[in-house]
């Protein structure tokens, strides 16, 4: 039987050629960025172009890196600013470009346009036309820097370095509205000092603008309890001092009184050269704004403890006013030192313009004789069930219309009970019992008594029994 004719075997599939072999390879990105050197600028940065993109698709990054500084420095050194401008842009928004590469763009521009010590103070120009270009600059790499977790710290320097620059031309408004746009207390990669001395830039050109709601909620964004922490004092000094011009705003007396003992807490801590001036100044502040503060606990509190600071006796005015104010007596208007406690610059200087520093003014020293006329009103109503209203209007100095007026007032706020018969012009202090009350009060002191009654036969007993054992 005759066999199958064999199928010829397949013939074998030819060999790959190596690519690499087979074409050339391109010159190395040093000698192409060297090359670029001798080239005039536009076809530099053509070549580098090329490059760049040769590089970026093969993932080489050291060499991305590399090619993209070049032509940066490039347009640096010939000093053209719109071309430096355009490649930022052009490389920084390139398809899939490398994180490395926008992080190392950025990075070589910042000692152009900023000091490299601290890292967001503006470099000096001299011309009109460099301040514009540095401004430029500084905008685009706040642009290219947003949104991008890596450049988070770059990107909250770059908008001081910008406020610093709306501010210098005197855009306070601008300034601030940059400032705000970026919330560093959320950023990781910034220190916890560097984020405290952003905020309080945050308040001081919010109060700059005179946008005092924004001030107070931005200075809510540092924590107390970092400002007590080691080497941040000249920071807790100035966010008090920040703190203090909204609260004098606001005529806040006691949120003023807590500001300055703050400051002065700080600065007798830190006076270890033996200037007394701050401290001194801080105090008298203090116990000036505690007399001025609506009489609560919180202040009698905070009064006691001031009087017990050995410090105060070194200020015998803030000494001697702080006793009277403590002291169940009367205090006669003007006290002693009257002028010399009106006259300290917290007290003076508060408003944005002279008529609102005088109206501040003004207020201040009407309420200092307020609050010496209730300390009176509550002196009074200790020693007296009732007394004629003409006769608490000498004890008070003031005219009979003026001591209803300032009754009515502290009666209507709760802080004293008093009420005022016209026909017979008597003043009763002391609240009207019912009968139930009393029968209620009798009861209570009958139910002490016996129980008092009872645990004394009970000691007796117990002893008798230890005797007869």
């Known amino acids: 039987m005759p066999q199958p004719p064999q199928k010829p075997p397949h013939p074998e599939p030819p060999q790959a050629v190596n690519s690499k072999s087979a074409s050339t390879s391109p010159p190395k990105p040093p000698k192409k960025i060297a090359q670029s050197k001798s080239l005039p600028l536009a076809d530099a940065l053509a070549l580098l172009s090329a490059l760049e993109k040769r590089c970026r698709v093969g993932n080489d990054t050291p060499s991305l890196v590399k090619v993209c500084e070049a032509s940066l420095e490039l347009c640096h050194e010939a000093n053209d600013y ?9 490389l920084s928004t390139r398809r899939s470009q490398k994180s490395k590469a926008i992080a190392a763009l950025v990075t070589k521009c910042l000692p152009w346009v900023v000091d490299s010590e601290d890292g967001f103070t503006p470099l000096p120009t001299a011309a009109k036309d460099a301040a514009t270009n540095q401004e430029t600059l500084v905008t685009e ?15 909250a320097r770059l908008t001081r370095s910008l406020a610093i620059l709306k501010e210098s031309a005197g855009d306070i408004a601008t300034a601030a509205d940059v400032l705000q746009d970026v919330h560093v207390e959320t950023y990781g990669s910034i220190s916890k000092r560097e984020k405290i001395e952003f905020i309080l830039e945050q308040m001081r050109l919010t109060l700059l603008k005179r946008d005092y709601v924004r001030a107070y909620i931005v200075s809510n964004k540092v924590k107390r309890s970092m400002l007590d922490e080691e080497g941040m004092s000249e920071l807790k000094i100035k966010f008090y001092v920040l703190l203090s011009q909204y609260h004098s705003h606001e005529r806040d007396a006691l949120e003023l009184a807590k500001c300055f003992h703050a400051i002065y807490a700080t600065a007798s801590a830190s006076a270890a050269d033996g200037d007394d001036t701050k401290w001194k100044e801080s105090l008298t502040n203090t116990v000036v704004f505690l007399c001025l503060s609506e009489y609560s606990n919180e202040v009698k509190d905070m009064m006691e403890r ?3 600071d050995p410090q105060l006796e070194k200020i015998v005015e803030c000494k001697e006013t702080i006793t009277s104010f403590l002291k169940n007596e009367i205090i006669h208007y003007p006290l002693p030192h009257q002028a010399m406690l009106e006259s300290i610059p917290a007290f003076v200087n508060g408003g944005e313009t002279e008529d609102a520093s005088l109206a501040l003014k003004g207020h201040w ?17 200790m020693y007296y069930r009732q007394i004629h209203t003409s006769r608490l209007a000498t004890l008070l100095s003031l005219t009979t219309p003026e001591t209803e007026q300032h009754l009515s007032n502290m009666v209507s706020s709760g ?24 029968l209620s009060d009798w009861a209570a002191d009958i139910k002490e008594l016996l129980g008092l009654v009872d645990e004394t036969t009970y ?8 005797q007869s054992h």
């Open 365 to 381: 020293h009407t309420t200092f004789h307020t609050r010496i006329i209730q300390h009176n009103l509550r002196v009074a109503s």
């Open 415 to 438: 802080a004293l009970y008093a009420k005022i018969d016209r026909p017979k012009d008597v003043v009763r202090f002391a609240k009207k019992r019912c009968e139930e009350e009393v």
């Open 82 to 90: 719109e071309a430096l401008v355009t490649t930022l842009k052009t």
């Open 459 to 466: 000691l007796i007993q117990k002893e008798n029994m230890v």
């Open 141 to 155: 790499l706040r642009n290219i820097t947003d949104g991008k977790m890596y450049l988070e710290a770059e990107r």
């Open 306 to 308: 001031i009087n017990l």
